[in-house]
């Protein structure tokens, strides 16, 4: 079955890079694509960016200079990194199927990112 | 960006209740919006795509219903499994937004 499960450092101080790793199953990453959503603490979904099945990207503006998302096809693994982070990037942060019609199908149980000093 | 909002922010019904969320989209996003539905603790599972089609696996007392700016989740005869947040997002245009979300409890 389509499985998807984020892994990755629970805590970060100010300024330092994010990178989280996605691990899928049941799935190709040629298929379909995987999206990053961001949920701050207690709050609402936010989409950051997606990888898509031929391997472009596309990144929400709000932070767009500061993300990339890659993969690695034969390890069924997608890539979020983030730099210059800083307390608002607090939240939990989910993969997920990123299928036509830009809905997401299938979530990550998701990874908790603290960013504090 | 399309902005979502969601009303009430929180709901407390009482088993067996019918229940409805609002969500109302900032332009016309012609029925391009899901539900998506986030249990306590658990990541979000999409409830309804295009307005009104149901995502395999969900029962039958969901339902979706709206047009051009206005949407509305209703739940016929809740159920204690039903105890989540209620989220509508756009797909209509990039980027896909969300609403705020919705926590219903019950009574």
């Known amino acids: 079955q389509v499985q998807l499960k984020e892994s990755g450092p629970g805590l970060m101080q100010p300024s330092e890079t994010l990178s989280l790793t996605c691990t899928v199953s049941?799935?190709?990453?040629?298929?379909?694509?995987v999206g990053w959503v961001r949920q701050p603490l207690g709050k609402g979904l936010v989409w950051m960016g997606t990888?898509?099945?031929?391997?472009?990207?596309n990144y929400n503006s709000a932070v767009q200079s500061r993300l990339s998302i890659s993969r690695d096809t034969s390890k069924s693994q997608v890539f979020l990194k983030m730099n210059s982070l800083q307390p608002e990037d607090t939240g939990t942060y989910y993969c997920?199927?990123?299928?036509?019609?830009?809905?997401?199908?299938?979530w990550g149980q998701g990874v908790m990112v603290t960013v504090s000093s | 960006d399309i902005q979502m909002t969601q009303s009430p922010a929180s709901l407390s019904a009482s088993l067996g209740e019918t229940v409805t969320i609002e969500c109302l989209a900032s332009?016309?996003?012609?029925?391009?919006l899901a539900w998506y539905q986030q249990k306590p603790g658990k990541s979000p599972q999409l409830l309804i795509y295009?307005?009104?089609s149901l995502n395999d696996g969900v029962p039958s007392r969901f339902s979706g219903s709206g047009s051009g700016t206005q949407y509305s989740l209703k739940i016929n005869s809740l159920q204690s499994e039903d105890v989540s947040i209620y989220f509508c997002?756009?797909?209509?245009?990039?980027?896909?937004?969300f609403g705020g979300g919705t926590k219903l409890e019950l009574k």
């Open positions: 049941g799935f190709s990453l040629t298929s379909n694509g």
């Open positions: 997920a199927r990123h299928i036509s019609g830009d809905l997401f199908d299938y």
């Open positions: 997002q756009q797909n209509y245009d990039s980027p896909p937004t």
């Open positions: 295009y307005a009104n």
């Open positions: 332009e016309d996003i012609y029925s391009n």
């Open positions: 990888i898509w099945a031929g391997g472009s990207t």
